[in-house]
């Protein structure tokens, strides 16, 4: 499935409210860490059932500061329109395309409940 790009809060606000189980990326286009990880995200997302969305954080700001999200890339799950887990980057080192796949798991275990 394509990752939706979400570029304004009311985009966001609006995907949120539509419900279901939803996974949004935060990242920053010229953060060196982001541009390893954004390809694993996106090819997760493209053989993976569920929504995909991606953020970034120059563009809309007030979504990262909504969302506590300090460090990228930080990636939130959301059920019913409420965040339930997330998974944040370390500071100078990142995510790994396997920490993705296993919260990605983890999520959808949660979800099936």
Do not use: H
């Not at 419900?19 to 090819?43: I, R």
Request: with cysteine.
């Amino acid at each position: 499935m394509a990752i939706k790009e979400i570029k304004m809060k009311e985009a966001l606000d609006q995907e949120l409210r539509s419900g279901g189980d939803k996974f949004l990326l935060f990242y920053s286009p010229w953060d060196p860490f982001c541009v390893e990880f954004c390809p694993a995200f996106e090819k997760l997302a493209a053989c993976s059932p569920g929504s995909f969305f991606k953020l970034s954080i120059d563009t809309v700001p007030e979504a990262a500061c909504l969302y506590s999200v300090g460090v990228v890339p930080a990636v939130l799950f959301f059920r019913g329109g409420n965040p339930n887990k997330r998974l944040d980057a370390l500071p100078e080192k990142g995510l790994s395309p396997e920490s993705l796949a296993e919260f990605v798991w983890l999520c959808r275990g949660i979800a099936n409940k």
